[in-house]
T-cell receptor, first 114, second 113 residues
Framework: AQSVTQLDSHVSVSEGTPVLLRCNYSSSYSPSLFWYVQHPNKGLQLLLKYTSAATLVKGINGFEAEFKKSETSFHLTKPSAHMSDAAEYFCVVSMVQGAQKLVFGQGTRLTINP | ETGVTQTPRHLVMGMTNKKSLKCEQHLGHNAMYWYKQSAKKPLELMFVYNFKEQTENNSVPSRFSPECPNSSHLFLHLHTLQPEDSALYLC????????????FGSGTRLTVV
């Protein structure tokens, strides 16, 4: 069975400094992995996805994530945080079983300090 | 706009009321989903529709009744709700045969009084 663990419920960084949001997954076969972002009172927006192509995935707004099979990790990074990055971030693993099913992590709230 | 439109954006209803949430997508997707997002809890999958057929009911109470008349429209009919049903209800759509992820709507913020 698939599962996903986001290692930090809350991350706080200063504007202009790097962002690291950590995610570990468990999957019985090659997974597809996603990061979604949710701004306050909004729906979820897809940031990036890994689907067994390149292990370093680039997404929108300067975010990227690296799939590391040996570590079962899919951490999200950004070199320089912007105030507009403040949001909730969800790491997600895909179960393809008929209609595909996504398993969501608990979420990491990212706070950006001026 | 993401391509998935949910109405209304906000809804306040009494426990004896009947209301419906609506979701519409014109992305050509063939699967649609209802999720519930409560404070301090992970997203909960409620229902899955694949080519208009319900393929998943995740032990949702019968006071929530989904309807999918075609692949572009999804409804969630609500009746005799409880205050603990207050949450953000998110609709999503996807293709079933490719790992492109879901496209989510902006959600309906439901408050049951």
């Amino acid at each position: 069975a698939q599962s996903v663990t986001q290692l930090d419920s809350h991350v706080s960084v200063s504007e202009g400094t790097p962002v690291l949001l950590r995610c570990n997954y468990s999957s019985s076969y090659s997974p597809s992995l996603f990061w979604y972002v949710q701004h306050p009172n909004k729906g979820l927006q897809l940031l990036l996805k890994y689907t067994s192509a390149a292990t370093l995935v680039k997404g929108i707004n300067g975010f990227e994530a690296e799939f590391k099979k040996s570590e079962t990790s899919f951490h999200l990074t950004k070199p320089s945080a912007h105030m507009s990055d403040a949001a909730e971030y969800f790491c997600v693993v895909s179960m393809v079983q008929g209609a595909q099913k996504l398993v969501f992590g608990q979420g990491t709230r990212l706070t950006i300090n001026p | 706009e993401t391509g998935v439109t949910q109405t209304p954006r906000h809804l306040v209803m009494g426990m004896t009321n009947k209301k419906s949430l609506k979701c519409e997508q014109h992305l050509g997707h063939n699967a649609m989903y209802w999720y519930k997002q409560s404070a301090k809890k992970p997203l909960e999958l409620m229902f899955v529709y694949n080519f208009k057929e319900q393929t998943e009911n995740n032990s949702v109470p019968s006071r929530f009744s989904p309807e999918c008349p075609n692949s572009s429209h999804l409804f969630l009919h609500l009746h005799t709700l409880q205050p603990e049903d207050s949450a953000l209800y998110l609709c999503a759509s996807s293709f079933t045969d490719r790992d492109y992820g879901y496209t989510f709507g902006s959600g309906t913020r439901l408050t049951v009084v």
